[in-house]
T-cell receptor, first 112, second 116 residues
């Protein structure tokens, strides 16, 4: 079945550091890929998405590129802020299927 | 826009009782809603897909008689945990799919259920 493997956290970085959170997936067909973010006390919010190979999703300074050859969708940000502290989830949604398969989440803490 | 609310945000109930959790799409119509369960430090596990006006589709291993789902309108789905036991204690999250926006789902803030 489909699965998503995410790097384990927690991850602690200093403000303005470079961020990478790794995500790889296993799926049949050609899924869409997503990153969701969950701020403390809030629901998951869609951060960015990519629907086909080589697409780059971007939002709020975060980027992720759909790499079919390595089945990866790593999340990156060049300079993190304290406000980026949250839990980040990688997910996939197979085409024609609305079900989302999530990774285990990575807790990110940014210290001033 | 695209706000999903859940009520209650926290609930404590005694073992053997039932508890109902509501999921509402506040500013859009949702023909499909999803119910997830999140264990501490673990991922979201899809429990069931709720379609307005029809029976929910449960994932393998989820007891449909224990987790009753009703999606009576385009803006409301309910999850009732019947005869709750301590092992049902968890964080329950719903999401709603906005008609016509592709794969994007909008998530509620979650409900923390504690069964004593």
């Amino acid at each position: 079945g489909d699965s998503v493997t995410q790097m384990e956290g927690p991850v602690t970085l200093s403000e303005e550091a470079f961020l990478t959170i790794n995500c790889t997936y296993t799926a049949t067909g050609y899924p869409s890929l997503f990153w969701y973010v969950q701020y403390p006390g809030e629901g998951l919010q869609l951060l960015l998405k990519a629907t086909k190979a080589d697409d780059k999703g971007s939002n709020k300074g975060f980027e992720a590129t759909y790499r079919k050859e390595t089945t990866s969708f790593h999340l990156e940000k060049g300079s993190v802020q304290v406000s980026d502290s949250a839990v980040y989830f990688c997910a996939l949604g197979p085409r024609g299927n609305e079900k989302l398969t999530f990774g285990t989440g990575t807790r990110l803490t940014i210290i001033p | 826009g695209a706000v999903v609310s859940q009520h209650p945000s926290r609930v404590i109930c005694k073992s053997g009782t039932s508890v109902k959790i509501e999921c509402r799409s506040l500013d859009f119509q949702a023909t499909t809603m999803f119910w997830y369960r999140q264990f501490p430090k673990q991922s979201l596990m899809l429990m069931a897909t709720s379609n307005e006006g029809s029976k929910a589709t449960y994932e393998q291993g989820v007891e449909k008689d224990k987790f009753l789902i009703n999606h009576a309108s385009l803006t409301l789905s309910t999850l009732t945990v019947t005869s709750a036991h301590p092992e049902d204690s968890s964080f329950y999250i719903c999401s709603a799919k906005n008609q016509g926006t592709g794969y994007e789902q909008y998530f509620g803030p979650g409900t923390r259920l504690t069964v004593t």
